[in-house]
């Protein structure tokens, strides 16, 4: 298994894209574990290239109206609405 | 409950009659029942309340099943010993001081212990069949598409299906009979009579296993505990005092399932779980200020660590250079693995394996080494990546501790795997 170093800059680079505050604790500890399972995934470079034939196919259905959920029932998990609608943080 | 099998305990009562009017069965906290929270292990859906069923739990109470409760289980699935739920670790009913398995521990736990008599989990990655072998009840994965997963909270869509567990192959085999078929909510399902095959799962299970022919992955082997391979070859020996006969296959390509399970998997999933902001469902935490902050604030509390861990490595491997390397390659890996199960099922009925190459960890044994938890999936991960059906069936212990055997067959043969498993339980 390589050496592979990852450090809690580069975790804490992907912990935005992903939207994910980390604490500091967390950053370190992730750094070391990252180090650990991404080299474990480096054997993936063993795999041939490998012609895939997927048997997929689109499923369409008519665009049909038809009873959904209302809109309280869509609203009942959120923290926060109003005017029938969620309602997400203050921007300030 | 000394197990702590339940995140939820409850009665749903189905209709008067029908194939499971005197049964109860436990449902997985990630399936959703209207009007039930259904938390998914996670402190994020601590208080989510879904507005309407899944389409199997529609199908359980159209069979007259009670329903007892919501299962505990690895956070979002994710985990193999259901220690990463935010409601605590499920003590294993078959051998207290272990761990049930994961991810669907509590639905194992409680058939184990005779809380329900039957339960639902759901596989992404050997999520049924783990706890299974742990708790020495009997799991089945079946097919990918066979199953609706119409109201299952998403981990890994293309890997996961929901599937029985009971104290019976016969007894799992009646429940998957419940909820399979095709579902007009999930455009992957398909109907098993388009792929020569019926509904008739129960009437499979008479234990008629002559002629059978066995293929042994001796790559299922190599890695796994010696002692856990004796009781699986005194499981072969006694289908063979029953009329199959084994032979020894190679399947090169399961030496990197594991790797290309997990990048998969931790891709889809960092995509999946983008939903959980705290906006529409899910804990908000109440920040104000910039959108993406007050998100990231809301994640880092709702999230446990290793739901944090997959979702961060799902953003990397599918992240700007960095897709080629790892999430196409693992699509390769993926390919040749389903090329290696087609070749070896040619020429064998089935294919046989421990369920999980390790008995059962301590409870806390391994909840600090991610490594030493996502290796203990090797046997069962490759079933998942080539979207085939399997079933994990208890084959005895050693030393109180459980082992399961894993039976592998071609898509939609899950009646040949319930008719080998009732030979043997």
Redesign the interface.
């Known amino acids: 298994m390589s050496d592979f170093a990852v450090d809690p800059e580069e975790?804490e680079h992907?912990?935005?894209?992903?939207?994910?505050?980390?604490?500091d604790e967390?950053r370190e500890r992730?750094a070391g574990?990252?180090g650990?399972?991404?080299s474990?995934?480096e054997?993936?470079?063993?795999?041939?290239?490998?012609?895939?034939d997927p048997d997929l196919t689109n499923?369409m259905?008519p665009d049909e109206v038809r009873e959904s959920?209302d809109q309280s029932?869509?609203l009942?998990?959120?923290?926060?609405t109003e005017d029938g609608q969620?309602?997400?943080?203050?921007?300030? | 409950m000394a197990e702590n099998i339940y995140i939820t305990e409850t009665t749903i009562e189905g209709a008067d009659d029908g194939p499971l009017a005197d049964r109860t069965v436990a449902v997985k906290d990630n399936i959703s029942t209207e009007g039930v929270r259904t938390t998914c292990g996670s402190a994020m859906l601590d208080d989510y309340v879904p507005p309407y069923d899944a389409t199997v739990v529609d199908r359980l109470q159209t069979a007259g099943a009670t329903i007892t409760g919501k299962t505990n289980m690895d956070e979002f699935g994710m985990g193999t010993t259901t220690e990463t739920s935010a409601f605590g670790p499920t003590d294993n009913p078959a051998a207290p001081g272990y761990v049930p398995g994961g991810s669907s521990g509590g639905s194992a736990a409680a058939v184990a212990a005779g809380e329900a008599d039957l339960a639902l989990g759901t596989d992404t990655g050997g999520s049924v069949r783990c706890p299974a072998a742990f708790c020495d009840v009997v799991g089945i994965k079946p097919t990918y598409g066979l199953v609706s997963r119409y109201g299952l909270i998403a981990y890994a869509n293309s890997l996961e299906q929901v599937g029985p567990l009971a104290p019976t192959v016969e007894a799992a085999a009646e429940l998957l009979e419940v909820i399979a078929g095709p579902d007009e909510r999930d455009g992957t399902t398909r109907d098993a009579h388009e792929h020569g095959s019926d509904y008739e799962y129960a009437a499979a299970a008479d234990g008629d296993v002559e002629g059978l022919d066995i293929g042994v992955p001796t790559e299922l082997l190599d890695g796994a505990d010696e002692r856990v391979v004796e009781q699986f070859w005194a499981a072969i020996e006694e289908l063979e005092a029953q009329g199959a006969s084994h032979h020894e296959v190679s399947l090169p390509s399961l030496e990197h399932a594991v790797e290309a399970y997990y990048v998969i998997a931790m891709s889809e999933a960092s995509s999946n779980l983008a939903r959980f902001d705290g906006v529409r469902y899910g804990t908000s935490g109440g920040y104000d200020g910039n959108w993406n902050e007050s998100f990231a604030k809301a994640r880092e509390e709702g999230f446990g660590e290793e739901v944090k861990r997959r979702i961060l490595l799902g953003t990397y491997a599918l992240s700007a250079g960095y897709h080629d390397k790892y999430y196409k390659k693992a699509q390769d890996a993926r390919a040749w693995i389903q090329e290696d199960f087609d070749d070896a099922l040619s020429e064998a009925d089935i294919l046989a394996s421990p369920t999980m190459p390790i008995t059962p960890f301590e409870l806390g044994e391994s909840l600090d080494d991610p490594m030493k938890m996502y290796l203990a999936d090797a046997n069962t991960t490759p079933v998942n990546l080539a979207n085939l059906p399997a079933i994990s069936v208890p084959v005895g212990d050693d030393d109180g501790l459980p082992v399961g055997l894993q039976l592998v067959g071609p898509a939609f043969g899950e009646k040949r795997l319930i008719r080998a498993g009732s030979a043997l339980a």
């Open positions: 975790v992907i912990a935005e894209l992903a939207r994910v505050e980390l604490s967390e992730f574990q990252f650990e399972i991404l474990a995934f054997a993936l470079d063993e795999v041939p290239e490998t012609d895939s499923v259905r959920l029932e869509a009942r998990n959120a923290d926060e969620f309602k997400g943080p203050r921007v300030s």
